[in-house]
């Protein structure tokens, strides 16, 4: 059980320690010491966090009383200072230490969840093996992406010794992180959070990180495991058939030197959700004079200074876009259909603590179990805000616990447009908390639409003429630049693949508006298709996309696994299991504020059916994962 090495002298570590253990996060911090000291002593009932879950937010330091706080830094300091004095020594714990610290940070679990906690801190397990049988000899998978998943399905294929190529349309790796160049693109989930458990970093300087910062975290995980050589760059594939005889999969592609085709024994498809740019359907939307773009396609070579600028949409993106560039421009009109919910995050586009940094560079481990506090309070700590209670029947709310977050967040609503009773109206949504994607605000957003130069329009958009936006009340806003902030086409999954398995089958018919793959990775008739981010995995309330990621990319080694060892070629879900799996998703999506009747998002397909989000507990799709069950499957 191998921790980061010690940093830095002895003397620079007992000169620092004592300030900055001023600005550690201490629900980390005593579990990260015990760890590393064997000190388990020091977790003290007295000091577990006790706030939980905020109504919004996280308890500041877990709930711990200042006292509490004082008592934590006193036995942090000196078990690390007893480490330190003993030639600071690599931890030798055992499963029942280690289930004593988990249980410290999260309360009665099992030893069933420890390969959970070894995962999440990036620490593997005395004799674990990603795959046990050798692949056949020139067996060969396709990735097809090289972003977050892409990169861990890569990552994950190595270490098992599965032969396999990654197939990127761009020239770097990095995905939506290179496609997004928007003024403010930022995380709206801590960095810590989304980043890899195989590839942990203590240099983040951010809360939440800016769009460049994560591309260069890709780009340099992608370096350091020495995926590139398995990239063909500048390549699209265009389609992919299942060929019947062969029992393989033949791949069209673009590339820069013309048509070319690949076949593989499987697919893995890391292509994403949020990578297609939806553009309203407004009448005249060509007809616009002036500059108009997505916001996931930024014309860096327009400058908004001085200009009219009208942005459509007040979705994630836009809610990033419309701060930075208001301070620019002539005057921004914003043409609103729904507000969004804002969840107040004074550290959202915060510095981490220099404290916090230092500690992180120099305590072996802390930066791991900060990570995994995070993880662990994000897994159900928020999820009974989204859960529907049957006999509920207030209006706005789906619970008690729901109507308790939506009276706080209207109670912060109220002192950001304190005198401004227009734009406090403009700005309480109607529906649930969690029906739609809530939003990260420090204040700027609401700050910003205050400003004289800024308006909120909510009346329908009803047409873009050549000289700007008009709305169903028949006024129109003239303005010299139009920008769209409406979101992708997240439901339509791999809509720019055509997609042809077993007999003939296009996948896309198939799904129709109803996109279903079980476990949110395999398709029957579909053969050794693979999908990463598929149906269903998407997150709203707990848990974290990386670790989603990381989890069906384990789920794919374990299938390809589970053929090699038996001698098999293909394997495809049957249709029962992949309608037994949905009856109980759909069930579970109906009694969550995204699913209820009356709530449109771009969660749902146009039937109105939940396609996007996982609606159970973040465990049961780790235990779902962990490896496949041959009764839900048919193999070639």
């Known amino acids: 059980m191998i921790l980061d090495g010690a940093r830095g002298t002895v003397d620079d570590l007992l000169a620092g320690l004592d300030d900055a253990l001023e600005e550690a996060e201490l629900p980390a911090l005593l579990p990260a010491v015990a760890h590393l000291t064997g000190d388990v002593d020091i977790l003290e009932p007295g ?3 006790s706030g939980g879950s905020q109504v919004v937010g996280q308890a500041p330091q877990g709930g711990l009383s200042p006292e509490a706080q004082e008592r934590a830094r006193l036995l942090a300091g000196s078990s690390l200072k007893q480490w330190v004095e003993a030639g600071r020594p690599q931890p030798a714990h055992t499963d029942v230490s280690m289930l004593e610290i988990l249980r410290f940070v999260a309360g009665d679990v099992d030893a069933d969840q420890l390969p959970l906690l070894y995962h999440q801190l990036g620490l593997e397990q005395p004799g674990e ?13 396709a990735v097809i992406g090289a972003g977050m998943s892409g990169i861990a399905a890569s990552r994950h294929l190595r270490r098992a010794g599965i032969g396999h190529v990654v197939l990127e349309r761009h020239d770097e790796v990095g995905g939506v992180w290179i496609e997004n160049t928007y003024p403010g693109v930022r995380l709206d989930t801590s960095n810590f959070c989304y980043s890899y458990s195989f590839a942990q970093r203590d240099a983040w300087e951010d809360y939440y990180s800016p769009g460049d910062a994560v591309a260069t975290y890709l780009r340099e995980v992608a370096d350091d495991l020495g995926i590139r050589d398995d990239i063909r760059f500048s390549t699209t594939v265009r389609s992919a058939a299942y060929d019947e005889k062969g029992g393989r999969w033949r791949l069209e592609l673009s590339t820069p030197t013309g048509p070319d085709t690949l076949w593989a024994d499987a697919i ?21 004079a002036g500059d108009s773009w997505h916001t996931a396609e930024w014309r860096h070579d327009v400058d908004l200074v001085g200009k009219r600028v009208a942005v459509i949409g007040t979705g994630a993106s836009a809610f990033q876009v419309i701060p930075r560039i208001a301070p620019a421009v002539a005057s921004l009109t914003i043409f ?4 969004p919910w804002v969840v107040p995050t004074p550290t959202y586009t915060q510095k981490l603590r220099p404290g916090l940094r230092w500690l992180f560079a120099m305590i072996p481990g802390y930066q791991r ?6 993880f662990w309070t994000n897994v159900e700590g928020r999820r009974r805000f989204a859960l529907v209670d049957p006999t509920w029947d207030k209006p706005g709310s789906i619970s008690a616990d729901s109507e308790s977050l939506r009276q ?7 002192r950001d ?24 605000d420090d204040g700027t957003w609401a700050a910003t639409l205050r400003r004289d130069d800024v308006d909120v329009v909510t009346e329908r958009v009803v047409a873009i003429t050549p000289n700007g936006v008009r709305t169903a009340g028949g006024d129109e806003v003239e303005v010299d630049v139009i920008i769209y902030g409406t979101g992708f086409t997240a439901s339509n999954f791999l809509s720019t693949i055509q997609v042809t398995g077993r007999d003939g089958v296009d996948l896309h018919r198939r799904w129709g508006d109803d996109a279903r793959a079980y476990a949110g990775i395999t398709v029957p008739e579909f053969p050794n298709l693979f999908l990463l981010y598929g149906p269903n995995t998407n997150l709203v309330v707990n848990g974290s996309i990386v670790f989603f990621s990381e989890a069906e990319v384990e789920y794919v080694t374990s299938c390809l696994g589970h053929l090699f060892e038996r001698g098999l070629t293909a394997m495809e879900p049957t249709e029962e299991a992949l309608a037994d799996y949905y009856t109980r998703l759909d069930e579970a999506s109906a009694g969550t504020a995204y699913g209820v009747a009356g709530v449109t998002s771009w969660y749902k397909s146009r039937s109105g059916r939940v396609t996007q989000n996982w609606p ?15 009764e839900h499957y048919r193999f070639r």
């Not at 498809?269 to 060509?286: E, K, M, W």
């Not at 609103?336 to 507000?339: A, D, E, G, L, Y």
């Not at 447009?417 to 990260?440: I, N």
């Not at 465990?619 to 496949?628: G, K, S, V």
């Open 47 to 49: 000091l577990r966090a």
């Open 129 to 141: 093996v990603p795959v046990g049988t050798p692949a056949p000899e020139g067996f060969r998978a």
């Open 268 to 288: 893995i498809s890391a292509v994403g959700q949020l990578n297609t740019p939806l553009f309203p359907r407004i009448p005249g939307i060509d007809s616009f």
């Open 336 to 339: 609103q259909r729904t507000p």
């Open 369 to 374: 179990w900060y990570r995994f506090v995070q």
């Open 408 to 414: 706080a967040l209207i109670a912060q609503l109220e």
């Open 417 to 440: 447009y304190e005198g401004r009773p227009d734009l406090l109206a403009k700005m309480t949504p109607d529906y649930p908390p969690y029906a739609k994607r809530m939003l990260r």
């Open 616 to 630: 159970l507990s973040t465990l049961e799709f780790w235990d779902m994962t962990r490896a496949p069950r041959p």
